[in-house]
């Protein structure tokens, strides 16, 4: 089972930046169906998307962080990023990082990271 982490969250001022990492645990970046993600989830809120990215950088955002947060990755690494620009209190939740191998029922996630946007 691959194991995903990520680190970088943190307590941000408003208009402020963050870059979130998730490192995975084997080379999974070197399949081609792999699609990486981050989610989020506020408190008292379900899990929604903020950004995915596939094996050839085709990418995909949420219309509330577009403009503002840009996902990449480094396949070296293993490593996907989320650079987050702009944030607001809205932006508050715990981040998480997913691994969904298209066309099967493969999925895994990481633990979270705690994103805090004071205003």
């Known amino acids: 089972q691959v194991q995903l982490v990520e680190s970088g969250g943190d307590l941000v001022q408003a208009g402020g930046s963050l870059r979130l990492s998730c490192a995975a645990s084997?080379?999974?970046?070197?399949?081609?169906?792999?699609?990486l993600g981050w989610y989020r989830q506020a408190p008292g809120k379900q899990r929604e998307l903020v950004a995915t990215?596939?094996?050839?950088?085709?990418?995909n955002y949420a219309d509330s962080v577009k403009g503002r947060f840009t996902i990449s990755r480094d396949n070296a690494k293993n490593t996907v990023y989320l650079q987050m620009n702009s944030l607001k209190p809205e932006d508050t939740a715990v981040y998480y990082c997913?691994?969904?191998?298209?066309?099967?029922?493969?999925?895994?996630w990481g633990r979270g990271t705690q994103v805090t946007v004071s205003s």
């Open positions: 997913n691994a969904k191998l298209r066309f099967t029922d493969y999925e895994t």
């Open positions: 084997s080379s999974i970046f070197i399949i081609n169906t792999l699609v």
């Open positions: 990215i596939t094996r050839d950088d085709n990418t």
